[in-house]
């Protein structure tokens, strides 16, 4: 059982409204990943992280921003959103040395 | 560079039905290659992998074999449940570069009773 979870698992605001998206592991995993999962179900790279402040971009551009201050901790923050973000967004996590990749539960974001 | 491509969904069967998802990629190098499911709600889970050619791998009643002479590694079940609905993703992850998991587009999979 993978221990990668995401908060809030629901979220609605409105245009313009600053948020962020938490994801956290507790599997000491250095790599960090953050996709974005459009209604056609594809899925997007838009962030990674390679360890502790360590950040890069992803294959699909994006508003949104991330941080990585601690190991376990991976969040996601979106300045000013707006109804083109509207999407889910899951969070994954892995050791180097593993082949295998976790993910967490999802985010689902409704911008109004 | 790397690449999944998938066959088309949605795929509706019948219960007890044999299932087979198509799979094909383009890679450099020797990738390691993944089947994940993603059930309604959820993030993804691993289903199977397989690392090397000729590698079978087996979770659930589920198969996959990985083909270097044709570049696939479909999905096979012998008999599928209700409870198998859900959307299926093929991923590769090759062994050069910043190694990042390449999905596919994922096929929606419906079983009815």
């Known amino acids: 059982e993978a221990d990668i979870y995401q908060t809030p698992r629901y979220l609605v605001i409105g245009t313009g409204k600053k948020i962020t998206l938490e994801c956290s592991q507790t599997m000491g995993h250095d790599k960090m990943y953050w996709y974005q999962q459009d209604p056609g179900m594809e899925l997007h790279l838009i962030h990674y992280s390679y360890g502790v402040n360590s950040t890069e971009k992803g294959d699909l551009s994006s508003e949104s921003t991330v941080s990585r201050i601690r190991t376990e901790h991976f969040p996601l923050t979106l300045e000013s959103a707006r109804p083109s973000h509207t999407s889910q967004y899951l969070c994954?996590?892995?050791?180097?040395?593993?082949?295998?990749?976790?993910f967490g539960p999802g985010t689902r974001l409704l911008v109004l | 560079g790397n690449s999944v491509t998938q066959m088309e969904g949605p795929v509706t069967l019948s219960e007890e039905a044999f299932l087979t998802i198509n799979c094909t990629y383009t890679a450099t190098g020797y990738p390691s290659l993944f089947w994940y499911v993603q059930y309604p709600g959820e993030g993804l889970q691993l289903l199977l992998k397989a690392t090397k050619a000729d590698d079978k791998g087996s979770n659930k009643g589920f198969e996959a074999t990985y083909r270097k002479e044709t570049t696939s590694f479909h999905l096979e079940k012998g008999s599928v449940q209700v409870s198998d609905s859900a959307v299926y993703f093929c991923?590769?992850?090759?062994?050069?570069?910043?190694?990042?998991?390449?999905f596919g587009q994922g096929t929606r999979l419906t079983i009815n009773p």
């Open positions: 994954a996590s892995r050791i180097t040395s593993g082949e295998t990749q976790y």
């Open positions: 991923a590769l992850r090759g062994n050069q570069g910043a190694q990042k998991l390449v």
